[in-house]
T-cell receptor, first 110, second 120 residues
């Protein structure tokens, strides 16, 4: 079951914040976030484990609401380099392949 | 920093031909995957491979596809009798996934740079 991401696209000015959401109708074990720049491979950002700790970068953080089966990715003080398409990948049992959402296209402008 | 590598970066083939896409996962990783991404669309899972056998495959991964780990380092995806709709970016990924009898854990998957397959 494919997770649903929102918004589909967002445009930010440098320094602004953004939130990208990922929702599933099924119970999740973990949520993985990736960023993909045009023509490049997806780059791992972080993983949110059910009941576990969060990993991530400095100005990019995320939360995982197990009850709502929803994860949110928070981008603060956005930089031009944050531009790209953000995908969430969901894992239902801890040993299943990731099912990716359709992505959120983020554009940061000067 | 170790990384997943893939060759070739771009493969052009005629419809009906066979192609082999190659990947070298990160050396101490245990779990391997193939994904594909049709231009402008989401990343789709094809197959996962663990302990020298397929552990899971999607409905996309039909008899046209096969995977192999011929020499302990390379991980290949073979597509027999390619079709126009096979044109896509194919990504290999690997994960330092622990053995299942240690309990479930979910580890990040590291993607290779991809092979762009164009079927004409």
């Amino acid at each position: 079951q494919q997770p649903v991401q929102s918004p589909q696209a967002v445009i930010l000015r440098e320094g602004e914040d953004a939130v990208i959401n990922c929702s599933s109708s099924k119970a999740l074990y973990s949520v993985h976030w990736y960023r993909q720049k045009h023509g490049e491979a997806p780059v791992f950002l972080m993983i949110l484990l059910k009941g576990g700790e969060q990993k991530g970068h400095e100005k990019i953080s995320a939360s995982f609401n197990e009850k709502k089966q929803q994860s949110s990715l928070y981008l603060t003080a956005s930089q031009l380099s944050y531009s790209g398409t953000y995908f969430c990948g969901t894992d239902r049992t801890g040993n299943t392949p990731l099912v990716f959402g359709k992505g959120t296209r983020l554009s940061v402008i000067a | 920093e170790p990384e997943v590598t893939q060759t070739p970066s771009h493969q052009v083939t005629q419809m009906g031909q066979e192609v082999i896409l190659r990947c070298v996962p990160i050396s101490n990783h245990l779990y391997f995957y193939w994904y594909r991404q049709i231009l402008g669309q989401k990343v789709e899972f094809l197959v996962s491979f663990y302990n020298n056998e397929i552990s899971e495959k999607s409905e996309i991964f039909d008899d046209q596809f096969s995977v192999e780990r011929p020499d302990g380092s390379n991980f290949t995806l073979k597509i027999r009798s390619t079709k126009l709709e096979d044109s896509a970016m194919y990504f290999c990924a690997s994960s330092p996934y622990e053995t299942r009898d240690r309990g479930s854990s979910s580890y990040e998957q590291y993607f290779g740079p991809g092979t762009r397959l164009t079927v004409t």
